[in-house]
């Protein structure tokens, strides 16, 4: 059974820091591309950043471009997500996703996503 289990959610002040972690199980890690979305209250879930299965590719949204950072630990089956510089508009709930893969290609949509995480609460106060 493919399990991903965010960590890492909370509150923060405009200009603080978070980290998000995302850990995998029941798959075989290095073979999925693995990304982070978004969903506000009232909004669709939108992309914020994805690494390639072999860590070599990195895609941002732009509105989180040079502020958020992707990585990937192989040993421990978790991806990260470092964010910096963060806006009230950065708060949502943020779901880890897993994206079978036989390339170094990536996906940017949350349809061709295979597994997905429970999402963890990240909220920004100004």
């Known amino acids: 059974q493919v399990q991903l289990v965010e960590s890492g959610g909370g509150m923060v002040q405009a200009g603080g820091s978070l980290s998000l972690s995302c850990a995998a199980s029941?798959?075989?890690?290095?073979?999925?591309?693995m990304g982070w979305f978004r969903q506000a209250p009232g909004k669709e879930r939108d992309f914020v950043a994805a690494?390639?299965?072999?860590?070599?590719?990195?895609y941002y949204a732009d509105s989180v471009k040079g502020r958020f950072f992707i990585s990937r630990d192989y040993a421990k089956n978790t991806v990260y997500l470092q964010m910096d510089s963060l806006k009230p508009e950065d708060t949502a709930v943020y779901y880890c996703a897993a994206d079978r893969r036989y390339s170094s290609s990536v996906s940017m949509i949350a349809g061709e996503y295979d597994y997905w995480g429970q999402g963890t609460q990240v909220t920004v106060s100004s």
């Open positions: 690494l390639s299965l072999n860590g070599g590719r990195t």
């Open positions: 029941g798959l075989t890690f290095s073979r999925y591309a």
